[in-house]
DNA sequence: TTCCCATATTGCAATATTACAATATGTTTT
DNA sequence: AAAACATATTGTAATATTGCAATATGGGAA
């Protein structure tokens, strides 16, 4: 049916599992390295950096920034984007609290 | 075109999306978290775990098994489903990795 | 104002994903 | 062998996602 069900499921895992989605791309995981990384954040150097057009850049900036990964603000002709530190910071939480669970468990 | 385009993106990047985006599902997102806590890792509990039919669930654990994530060993009349350690770890380290760029990084 | 520049939005067409019923497969029990 | 159980596969219908051309928007420069 192509819809996702969530009927079920809590709402953590359905954030969660929106957020995962959402990074599990290349451009947008691309884009997410790169503003790690870069000391600036203009979006302009992403058309330039991705193999891909810029409306495609655009609306994969616009899911990140639906879920909540990144920000922007405009600054004169630019948008700066940047990641939303608090939000990378549940994520990464997430990922640490499945791995706490994961160490004192014996393996099949 | 729902193709996602991979040209231009390293390898890494590609397959590190793939498993996101494999993760980034209410369901399978469920069946990580349940097959790190749960001490037994057989999947008949899945089926009564999650509001989901068996040909559903069985479809998610074989996404999951795909792109390495967990790994299935036939145990008499049940599969013994468990989470790749090794994978897990890469993922994690991928997104400490991220991390640890971001944090010496001044925001917009 | 008019012309650029950066970015967003819209409107497709192609492909992917999801869910489940029905069915198949393989194993254990009787 | 037959029945019962656990899981996988197939087929199908509905919906979601992706990419880009064309276009819109909105700011700064001339």
Redesign the pocket.
């Known amino acids: 049916?192509?819809?996702?069900?969530t009927i079920g499921f809590s709402e953590t895992i359905i954030e969660m599992a929106d957020i995962l989605?959402v990074l599990g791309?290349p451009?947008r995981l691309s884009i997410m390295e790169y503003l790690a990384k870069s000391p600036s954040c203009?979006?302009?150097d992403l058309?330039e950096e991705l193999p891909?057009?810029?409306?495609?850049i655009?609306?994969?900036?616009?899911?990140l920034k639906r879920v909540g990964l990144i920000q922007?603000e405009i600054s004169?002709?630019?948008?700066c984007y940047c990641i939303h530190p608090k939000k990378w910071t549940e994520v990464l939480l997430h990922f640490e609290m499945i791995t706490t669970s994961l160490v004192d468990k014996k393996q099949c």
Not at 1 to 5: A, F, L, N, S
């Open positions: 049916m192509g819809i996702t069900k989605k791309h451009a203009i979006c302009n058309v891909l057009a810029q409306p495609t655009s609306r994969h900036l616009s899911e922007g004169g002709k630019n948008i």
